[in-house]
């Protein structure tokens, strides 16, 4: 059984004659009748019924065709991935993405590339911290997102774009800030848990210290922000998130922002595409530069 017969089996199913089937794929009528014989006497039985004026499928004729639709649609499949693999286009790529990124500005890139390379994997790799960079120094990704500075993205040899703007706010529960009677200074803090996300990187240069935590402060540790914020919500500790993913938290009365006076708990952030700079890159990588580039600040 070959994949040209049942393509033939499929043009006449479609268009309901061998005169019709023969000119959708441009052949002769006696190729697609030739075709079609050689089918059914490898099958062992008649595929259509051809007492009608159009050609029917019979009962055993329907189930070779809906079996020949799935082998013709993964050859057609696989036809596709091979030429994807000759234009030198990459099977995978991995994204580093800090959890403090706001996915919005994500998803529309990515939109964009599974639109037009649907044969390239993408990796989605989530980090905290100094885990992002580490992963494009490694080469372990092709790029990432993630907040930073100028500076250290200019001594990491980095090229990078910035991408979006966000605040990091210090916020707790309503339970918990009733608990800390209206604190004035950091140090009215530290009896009440701080919850931390751990690095996910090898923390080096600004990384190497614990950012924000005091000494003497009660703390608890996790891997990742979701986890935080469900532990800050249910009034196990406070900390600090980005603005967009307690928004709706803080709208809900589910979380506060801590204030202290003369004390700036929060901050703004810029997030920045970044990749090693003159990387060996494919053309899907380049799309995906090149496509971050168009939504930069």
Same mark, same amino acid.
């Given at each position: 059984?070959?994949?040209?017969?049942?393509? @033939?089996?499929?043009?006449?199913?479609?268009?309901?004659? *061998?005169?019709?089937?023969?000119?959708?794929?441009?052949?002769?009528? &006696?190729?697609?009748?030739?075709?079609?014989?050689?089918?059914?006497?490898?099958?062992?039985?008649?595929?259509?019924?051809?007492?009608?004026?159009?050609?029917?499928?019979?009962?055993?004729?329907?189930?070779?065709?809906?079996?020949?639709?799935?082998?013709?649609?993964?050859?057609?499949?696989?036809?596709?991935?091979?030429?994807?693999?000759?234009?030198?286009?990459?099977?995978?790529?991995?994204?580093?993405?800090?959890?403090?990124?706001?996915?919005? @500005?994500?998803? &529309? @890139?990515?939109? #964009?590339?599974?639109?037009?390379?649907?044969?390239?994997?993408? @990796?989605?790799?989530?980090?905290?911290?100094?885990?992002?960079?580490?992963?494009?120094?490694?080469?372990?990704?092709?790029?990432?997102?993630?907040?930073?500075?100028?500076?250290?993205?200019?001594?990491?040899?980095?090229?990078? $774009?910035?991408?979006?703007?966000?605040?990091? $706010?210090?916020?707790?529960?309503?339970?918990?800030?009733?608990?800390?009677?209206? &604190?004035?200074?950091?140090?009215?803090?530290?009896?009440?848990?701080?919850?931390?996300?751990?690095?996910?990187?090898?923390?080096?240069?600004?990384?190497?210290?614990?950012?924000?935590?005091?000494?003497?402060?009660?703390?608890?540790?996790?891997?990742?922000?979701?986890?935080? #914020?469900?532990?800050?919500?249910?009034?196990?500790?406070?900390? $600090?998130?980005?603005?967009?993913?307690?928004?709706?938290?803080?709208?809900?009365?589910?979380?506060?922002?801590?204030?202290?006076?003369?004390?700036?708990?929060?901050?703004?952030?810029?997030?920045? *595409?970044?990749?090693?700079?003159?990387?060996?890159?494919?053309?899907?990588?380049?799309?995906?530069?090149?496509?971050?580039?168009?939504?930069?600040?």
């Amino acid at each position: 059984m070959k994949l040209d017969q049942l393509k @033939v089996l499929r043009a006449v199913v479609d268009t309901g004659s *061998v005169k019709a089937a023969a000119e959708s794929l441009n052949r002769t009528q &006696p190729a697609v009748s030739q075709a079609l014989k050689a089918l059914e006497f490898q099958t062992g039985t008649e595929l259509f019924d051809r007492t009608g004026y159009r050609l029917e499928l019979t009962p055993v004729g329907r189930r070779v065709y809906l079996q020949s639709l799935r082998v013709l649609s993964e050859a057609e499949d696989l036809t596709q991935l091979i030429q994807h693999f000759e234009k030198g286009q990459e099977e995978t790529i991995t994204i580093a993405i800090d959890a403090a990124t706001d996915l919005d @500005v994500v998803t &529309p @890139v990515l939109a #964009k590339v599974q639109a037009r390379f649907p044969d390239t994997r993408l @990796v989605l790799r989530g980090e905290v911290l100094s885990g992002a960079i580490g992963a494009v120094q490694s080469g372990e990704a092709a790029l990432a997102l993630a907040p930073a500075i100028h500076v250290m993205l200019e001594e990491g040899g980095f090229d990078y $774009r910035p991408v979006a703007r966000s605040a990091m $706010r210090n916020v707790a529960a309503p339970s918990l800030l009733d608990a800390m009677d209206a &604190p004035g200074t950091l140090a009215d803090l530290r009896r009440f848990h701080q919850v931390i996300a751990r690095d996910s990187g090898q923390a080096s240069g600004l990384f190497d210290r614990e950012l924000g935590v005091q000494k003497g402060q009660r703390r608890w540790y996790v891997n990742d922000l979701h986890m935080k #914020k469900q532990l800050l919500v249910a009034g196990l500790g406070w900390g $600090r998130l980005p603005e967009h993913m307690i928004a709706e938290e803080l709208a809900q009365d589910a979380l506060r922002e801590i204030v202290l006076p003369h004390t700036h708990l929060s901050f703004g952030i810029e997030v920045f *595409v970044f990749r090693q700079r003159k990387p060996a890159i494919g053309p899907v990588a380049a799309y995906l530069w090149n496509a971050f580039e168009e939504c930069s600040l």
